[in-house]
């Protein structure tokens, strides 16, 4: 597993990748000085998001979790640039409509933050719950897209 590490405007962040598959994206306070071209190209993509220049990516990747998680993750795929839903929602998108606490878990263990966009995802009050990389970074994340907080 190749592991790299950018600065970006929301701090630094650790690809970790394996034949040009990524597999994780991790909030990190410093830099352990690895670069590799699929890193970079990753990192580019990720400047071209912060930037407003990109709405999707168009990275390989593999989500590894259990059934449940996947199904909540592919469901946040499914949330527009700039939009929001509630656990609830997502609950219901999978046809677990009383299992929005359990979205809310597998949100939180989400292993390439951004990219699937758990920061999306709202409280059913339209409050901001948690996020893994500290809520002042879902607040940029969401601010940057154009939502209003």
Same mark, same amino acid.
């Given at each position: 597993m190749q592991i790299d590490t950018y600065n970006t405007p929301i701090g630094f962040i650790e690809l970790?990748? #394996?034949? #040009?598959?990524?597999?994780?994206l991790n909030f990190v306070s410093k830099d352990n000085g690895s670069k590799s071209d699929f890193g970079n190209m990753v990192y580019k993509q990720l400047?071209?998001?912060?930037? $407003?220049?990109?709405?999707?990516f168009e990275i390989a990747y593999e989500l590894i979790g259990t059934s449940f998680q996947k199904n909540v993750w592919n469901a946040l795929l499914k949330i527009s640039y700039g939009q929001?839903?509630?656990?609830?929602?997502?609950?219901?998108?999978? &046809?677990s409509p009383k299992a929005f606490r359990a979205v $809310?878990? &597998?949100?939180?263990?989400?292993?390439?933050?951004?990219?699937?966009p758990c920061h999306?995802?709202?409280g059913s009050d339209g409050g901001l719950v948690g996020y893994g990389g500290g809520l002042d970074i879902?607040?940029?994340l969401l601010q940057l897209e154009g939502v209003a907080i």
């Open positions: 970790s990748h #394996n034949n #040009n598959v990524l597999y994780r400047c071209e998001y912060f930037n $407003g220049e990109r709405k999707y929001t839903r509630s656990y609830k929602d997502i609950a219901i998108d999978i &046809a $809310g878990m &597998a949100n939180n263990k989400n292993p390439i933050p951004i990219i699937v999306r995802v709202i879902k607040i940029k």
